[in-house]
C-alpha cells in the first residue's frame, strides 16, 4: 500500500523541521509549502486526500469547493478552534475538518502571565523604565492572593488555568456549560459580580460569541481586569474599549482581538493599523495586547504537527 500523502499548508520553517521529521517516522508523504491555501494554490493538493492548515488564513468556500474538485477530503487544521473554516460548507461538499490537541501548558502557562502583568501594572512601568525613568507608578499592584479570579470556561487549558492558581491562593470560581467537578462553579452573572479577574477559556460558537457583551461587561466589578488568550470575538471589543475609556474597568491583557486577521503576524510598523478599536486600546497604558502568541510553544508545536499527521493517518485508515 502506497503511503498516505498530505499537503501542509502555511507552514513556517521550524514547523516544516518538525513535519519532515515527523512524516518520515510515521510513513506519511508529506508536500510542505509556506504559501497558504486558497484557489490558486490547490493544485498543490491534488494527489493527496488530506491537507494540514494553519488557524492565521480563513479558507472561504470557493476554495473549500476546490480543494473537493480536486480530491481533498479531510482537513486537518494545526489548531484547537475551527473558527477559520466552516465546517457545515465543507461537510457538504465532501470534507471531513478536524482539529488538533497540543499542549495546554503553554496557553495556561502564557494567561498566567498576562493575569500577573495585568494586576501589577506591568505596561506602564515597563514603559516608563525604557524612557529611563524608574520612578514608582502612582498605582499599587495587587497580590494574587487578595483577590478572585473567574476562570470562563473549564476545559484543557482552563483546567490547567485552575490549577495553576491554586499555587497563588487567590479563590477561584468557574463557569463552565460542562461544570467540572473540582471546581468552585457559579453562575455566569455571579463569576461576573464576584471576580477581579475574568479569563477566558471557552470555545468560540454560536453560544459564546460576545459571551462578555455589554451587558454583563458593566456587571463586573469597578476595578476588574478582563484576561482574554481564547478567541477574539467572545468580547465584545468595542465595549470592552467604552468600559475602559471610561476608567470604570482596572485593564485588560488580549492575546487575541476580533478583526485580528490579516494585522496579527504581520509588520505594520511603516504603516497605520485598520483597525480603530486596536488603535484605541493600545493608547490605553493598562491594556495589554499581544498577537495570538499563547500556543507559540517548542512542546505545543511538536504536539500540533504530530496529531496533525496522525488524523491524515487515521482518515486514510477509516478511523
Known sequence: MPAPGITVYGCDRDEAVLF????????????????AVSEATVDLAIGNRCI??????????????????????????????????????????????GNVAYSPDSVADYTLMLVLMAVRD???MVRRAEA?????????????RDLTVGVLGTGRIGAAVVARLRGFGCRTVTHDSSPATDTDHVPLDALLELSDVVTLHTPLNADTYHIL???????????????????????????????????????????????????????????????????R???????????????????????????????????????
Open 132 to 144: 529611563q525613568d524608574y520612578r514608582l507608578g502612582e498605582t499599587r499592584g495587587r497580590e494574587l
Open 52 to 97: 494540514s492548515v494553519g488557524h492565521r488564513t480563513r479558507i472561504a468556500h470557493p476554495t473549500l469547493l476546490a480543494l473537493a474538485r480536486s480530491g481533498v477530503e479531510y482537513i486537518s487544521t494545526r489548531s484547537i478552534g475551527c473558527n477559520h473554516v466552516d465546517v457545515e460548507y465543507a461537510e457538504s461538499v465532501g470534507i471531513t475538518v
Open 20 to 35: 519532515r521529521e515527523l512524516a518520515a517516522c510515521f510513513g506519511v508523504a508529506a508536500t510542505i509549502t509556506e504559501v
Open 281 to 319: 486600546l493600545q493608547r490605553l497604558p493598562n491594556v495589554l495586547i499581544s498577537p495570538h502568541t499563547a500556543y507559540h510553544t517548542e512542546h505545543a508545536l511538536r504536539d500540533a504537527v504530530r496529531n496533525s499527521l496522525l488524523n491524515c493517518l487515521h482518515f486514510a485508515r477509516g478511523r
Open 213 to 279: 457583551n455589554r451587558e454583563r461587561l458593566a456587571r463586573m466589578k469597578p476595578g476588574a481586569f478582563v484576561v482574554n488568550t481564547g478567541r477574539g470575538p467572545l468580547l465584545d471589543t468595542r465595549a470592552l474599549v467604552l468600559e475602559l475609556e471610561s476608567g470604570r474597568l482596572g485593564g485588560a491583557a488580549l492575546d487575541v482581538l476580533e478583526g485580528e486577521e490579516g494585522i496579527f503576524y504581520t509588520d505594520h510598523g511603516s504603516g497605520p493599523i485598520d483597525n480603530d478599536l486596536l488603535v
Open 122 to 124: 506591568a505596561k506602564s
